[in-house]
T-cell receptor
Framework: NAGVTQTPKFQVLKTGQSMTLQCAQD?????MSWYRQDPGMGLRLIHY???????DQGEVPNGYNVSRSTTEDFPLRLLSAAPSQTSVYFC??????????????FGPGTRLTVL | AQSVAQPEDQVNVAEGNPLTVKCTYSVSGNPYLFWYVQYPNRGLQFLLK??????LVKGSYGFEAEFNKSQTSFHLKKPSALVSDSALYFCAVRDITSGSARQLTFGSGTQLTVLP
């Protein structure tokens, strides 16, 4: 199993540009989520999904959109990039919403810089 | 609401000495507690978790953590530190009795440096 994969690894955008961060998992996990990591702030939840066709907002959803058309994929879209969105983005997955005790697996991250 | 505090941004320890990385939590119900490690330019890797049962939990790479309900703490420990343990460590909590049951809340992280 490849686990959780993310592309690209690095990206530089200009203010106002849009882009999609890709995330895929091959573990048949129902639950997937996106976090951003900023120095001194830990990881903050952006959006999450409990299954195909179902998404919900996390702690910091503004400026981001998600969709979940398949179990495997959970892309994150930046609608109009802003310098405040400069961060490292992590995708994660685990077994279904009832899997409270289950370990969450993380992708390698995407380092995004918005100029 | 659930929250996690890691009171130390940085912990330095000499190789071979015991190490402790501190974590305290706040939940309204029963906590599920996790420790993750992040090496430079990598994603987070799972170390160990406390769900129920024995308060001392053993995990990967010789790490262990002790759940203390009265002190609402879940400190990460290792008897003998290695230089290769140098990394960023995150504590996380999930409270299944609240509406945010699906979400992990992370602490701000503690940078561990093991000096040769």
């Amino acid at each position: 199993n490849a686990g959780v994969t993310q592309t690209p690894k690095f990206q530089v955008l200009k203010t106002g540009q849009s882009m999609t961060l890709q995330c895929a998992q091959d573990m048949n996990h129902e639950y997937m989520s996106w976090y951003r990591q900023d120095p001194g702030m830990g990881l903050r939840l952006i959006h999450y999904s409990v299954g195909a066709g179902i998404t919900d907002q996390g702690e910091v959803p503004n400026g981001y959109n998600v969709s979940r058309s398949t179990t495997e994929d959970f892309p994150l879209r930046l609608l109009s990039a802003a310098p405040s969105q400069t961060s490292v983005y992590f995708c994660a997955s685990r077994t279904g919403p009832s899997g409270y005790t289950d370990t969450q697996y993380f992708g390698p991250g995407t380092r995004l810089t918005v100029l | 609401a659930q929250s996690v505090a890691q009171p130390e941004d940085q912990v330095n320890v000499a190789e071979g000495n015991p190490l402790t990385v501190k974590c305290t939590y706040s939940v309204s119900g029963n906590p599920y507690l996790f420790w993750y490690v992040q090496y430079p330019n990598r994603g987070l890797q799972f170390l160990l978790k406390y769900i129920t049962g024995d308060n001392l939990v053993k995990g990967s790479y010789g790490f262990e953590a002790e759940f203390n309900k009265s002190q609402t703490s879940f400190h990460l420990k290792k008897p003998s530190a290695l230089v290769s343990d140098s990394a960023l460590y995150f504590c996380a909590v999930r409270d299944i009795t609240s509406g945010s049951a699906r979400q992990l809340t992370f602490g701000s992280g503690t940078q561990l440096t093991v000096l040769p």
